[in-house]
């Protein structure tokens, strides 16, 4: 089994859950769910933030032109159906059924095309980025479905590679840096430290770092924080088996 890790940065008017995301730097939507046959997509999306936030979420799987997943840039006549499962102050979980159309694209659908059945998906939206974690049994043609992809996408989102690797790695380094982040999430995080983005008080802001390395704010601000995410997750996993060890003498 291989594992396929990649983002799809949204540009504005592409995308109503991006910009809707994008408008609350907070809210993130994350997949608990996600299957997907030849005619139809189905999934079930937890998402976070303030009530604000959540009410714009749901705004805009409920009304938008043309389902959320569907890379087409127009209605292209699919059938959409997406409940509202349960709601709280800060949480809010969406069901949604697509049946597509000759006319619809999306992720999981090129996938299968080109990865063959039994693909896994993982998904989590923040701001303008969507992140796509695929496991899929490796005999297909990765080169072809990127291909097929990125000619679905056009010019509504850049895509960014983040990992590919054997499942039985997947859990370790991601690329062979030292640190086992993806390269543009290293460029970032060396880039914040060396111009004093981290020291107290911040020697530049993050507009002033995004403008430096030449990246939207919205890039810079996603890759760090995966980045954070990553050493944080990393350091906790190291002092577990520091303590384990420890016990076991």
Same mark, same amino acid.
């Given at each position: ?34 299957? &997907? ?34 890379? &087409? ?23 949604? =059924? ?6 619809? %694209? ?50 509504? +989102? ?6 590919? %690797? =054997? ?23 060396? +880039? ?27 890039? $810079? ?24 060890? $420890?016990?076991?003498?």
């Amino acid at each position: 089994m291989r594992e396929l890790v990649f983002a799809l940065e949204y540009e504005p008017g592409c995308n109503r859950v991006a910009d809707t995301l994008a408008d609350y730097s907070d809210a993130r939507v994350r997949s608990l769910s996600l299957h &997907a046959t030849a005619e139809r997509l189905w999934r079930v999306d937890h998402a976070t933030g303030t009530p604000e936030a959540l009410d714009a979420i749901e705004d805009a799987f409920l009304t938008g032109d043309y389902y959320a997943d569907c890379l &087409a840039t127009e209605d292209c006549g699919a059938t959409q159906t997406t409940r509202i499962l349960d709601r709280a102050d800060e949480t809010l979980i969406l069901y949604s =059924d697509w049946e597509r159309t000759p006319a619809c %694209a999306s992720v999981p659908h090129i996938a299968r095309d080109h990865l063959g059945d039994g693909v896994l998906f993982d998904t989590r939206h923040e701001g303008r980025h969507y992140t796509w974690r695929l496991i899929h049994p490796g005999e297909g043609d990765v080169a072809a479905f990127f291909d097929a992809l990125e000619a679905a996408v056009g010019e509504c +989102a850049q895509m960014e590679m983040l990992r590919t %690797a =054997d499942t039985t790695t997947a859990a370790g380094r991601s690329d062979g840096t030292p640190s086992g982040l993806p390269p543009a999430q290293e460029a970032a995080l060396q +880039a914040a430290v060396e111009h004093g983005y981290y020291e107290s008080p911040r020697e530049v802001d993050v507009g002033e770092l995004a403008e430096h390395l030449d990246v939207p704010r919205s890039t $810079l601000t996603y890759r760090l924080r995966r980045a954070e995410e990553h050493l944080a997750k990393q350091h906790v996993a190291g002092e577990r088996v520091t303590e384990e060890r $420890l016990v076991s003498r």
